[in-house]
């Protein structure tokens, strides 16, 4: 099993729709998870920190189910802007960072 | 700030040609790492640094040297460059304890070997 697993997509949904992504995540040692977004051709960037309480930035809502190893995204009210990779990102253990794959969305108008 | 940043953008080398990826940050961080991206492969990690004279390895470090002497400056070398290392490489630093916190990358060096 990898490491880190996102459904690769692409996700195509209509502007205003809801979508949702999954992660799953191999060690359950693993200490800090993060969602990265990545527009075509640019570098990686901080989306949002996922805490074991659950946390909400706007329409963003990220979870994390320990028990289950998985982590979550959820994009409600979707924009036309919100087209981009999603990566997932997992602190395994101590000093290395593990990104996902990766999974595409585009936002249809 | 300057951030991250990486040179040169973009370069083309011949097989068994080698060179150096430059990166440096002006954000004091003491965490530093080099990434290659392919197509369908996400990120990956190939050295990481947690502070000056320190480096260790990541997930695919063959065919890459990593120095850190100074904290601003992580440079990753190519010692004998190979089609397979055809990718974009990314830079990022991160402040102490760097793997929990967020990671700030460089626009990354699009490399091609023929």
């Known amino acids: 099993r990898k490491e880190v697993e996102q459904d690769p997509g692409p996700f195509n949904v209509p502007e205003g729709a809801t979508v949702a992504f999954n992660c799953t995540y191999s060690?359950?040692?693993?200490?800090?998870f993060f969602w990265y977004r990545q527009d075509c051709r640019k570098e990686p960037k901080l989306l949002m920190s996922?805490?074991?309480s659950g946390n909400e930035d706007g329409r963003f809502t990220a979870q994390l189910n320990r028990a289950s190893q998985y982590i979550s995204l959820l994009i409600r009210d979707s924009k036309l802007s919100d087209s981009a990779t999603y990566l997932c990102?997992?602190?395994?253990?101590?000093?290395?960072?593990?990104f996902g794959k990766g999974t595409r969305l585009h936002i249809l108008p | 700030n300057a951030g991250v940043t990486q040179t040169p953008k973009f370069q083309v080398l011949k097989t068994g040609q080698s060179m150096t990826l430059q990166c440096a940050q002006d954000?004091?961080?003491?965490?530093m790492s080099w990434y290659r991206q392919d197509p369908g492969m996400g990120l990956r990690l190939i050295h990481y640094?947690?502070?000056?004279?320190?480096?260790d390895q990541g997930e695919v470090p063959n065919g890459y040297n990593v120095s850190r002497s100074t904290t601003e400056d992580f440079p990753l070398r190519l010692l004998s460059a190979a089609p397979s290392q055809t990718s974009v490489y990314f830079c990022?630093?991160?402040?102490?304890?760097?793997?929990?916190?967020?990671?700030?990358f460089g626009p990354g060096t699009r490399l091609t070997v023929t």
């Open positions: 990022a630093s991160s402040q102490p304890g760097g793997p929990n916190y967020e990671q700030y």
């Open positions: 990102v997992v602190n395994v253990l101590g000093d290395k960072i593990i």
């Open positions: 954000m004091n961080h003491e965490y």
């Open positions: 996922v805490y074991s």
């Open positions: 640094s947690v502070g000056a004279g320190i480096t």
């Open positions: 060690n359950s040692a693993s200490q800090s």
